[in-house]
């Protein structure tokens, strides 16, 4: 499997300023996705990264307060703009589709842990 | 709103019982997955069913995917206190879709 790391890991923002999250891996992938979640609740997809082109925003989230970037195949930035308390949560890297894998399973990078105060 | 239901939403268990977490989708899955969650952890991939009636078995874990491809269900045997952590099941609901949708979980805590 591959080997995800995100930073940083955690961090305590002041509403109204943005946080960019960062998602390295260790391989090149075929798909990088991003979710959200919030204490004791489930995994909500917010966006599908796509390399060399815009990221797949799901039902809820837009690329104005969720803008993600994808350069190459093995990194991924996600921002959180304009925070407010409500964005406090973690956030998980996923990648699909390791060199010789199947595209079907997911694997998590370890989340960064976001307060908004 | 949430198609991926999960029940129940936790269980607590003395070590050594059994434990059944059941998933049930709102559509027909392409295929079922199940993610192991460590408190303060990251999911973690178990297992993949893509058949339907398929049943798969890991030590004390056994996974099965129901006849319409729509329920699944996980069911640990002799629990023991590694075990504690919240179960997702996730399935892709339209066949070649990349995306998952994760059930609600079950939070396992375990009673030494």
């Known amino acids: 499997s591959a080997v995800i790391s995100q930073k940083p890991s955690r961090d305590i923002c002041q509403r109204g300023t943005s946080l960019t999250i960062q998602c390295q891996v260790d391989?090149?992938?075929?798909?990088m996705f991003w979710y959200r979640q919030q204490p004791g609740q489930s995994l909500t997809l917010i966006a599908t990264?796509?390399?060399?082109?815009?990221?797949?925003?799901e039902s809820g989230f837009v690329i104005d307060k969720f803008p993600i970037s994808r350069p190459n195949l093995t990194f991924s930035t996600l921002t959180v703009s304009n925070m407010s308390p409500e964005d406090s949560s973690i956030y998980l890297c996923?990648?699909?589709?390791?060199?010789?894998?199947?595209?079907?399973?997911?694997?998590f990078g370890p989340g960064t842990r976001l307060t908004v105060l | 709103g949430q198609q991926v239901m999960q029940i129940p939403q936790y269980q607590h268990v003395q070590e050594g019982e059994d434990f059944t977490t059941y998933c049930n989708s709102s559509?027909?899955?392409?295929?079922i997955q199940w993610y192991k969650q460590r408190p303060g952890g990251h999911p973690v991939f178990l297992i993949q069913?893509?058949?339907?009636?398929e049943v798969k078995k890991q030590k004390r874990l056994t996974f099965q995917f129901g006849e319409a491809k729509k329920n699944s269900s996980l069911h640990i045997t002799a629990t023991q206190t590694t075990d504690v952590g919240t179960y997702f099941c996730?399935?892709?609901?339209?066949?070649?879709?990349?995306?998952?949708?994760f059930g609600t979980g079950t939070r396992l805590t375990i009673i030494p």
């Open positions: 996923s990648v699909g589709g390791p060199a010789g894998g199947s595209t079907d399973t997911q694997y």
């Open positions: 559509t027909t899955l392409s295929n």
């Open positions: 990264a796509n390399q060399g082109s815009e990221a797949t925003y």
């Open positions: 391989s090149q992938v075929t798909m």
């Open positions: 069913l893509v058949k339907s009636g």
């Open positions: 996730a399935g892709h609901l339209n066949f070649g879709n990349e995306k998952l949708t």
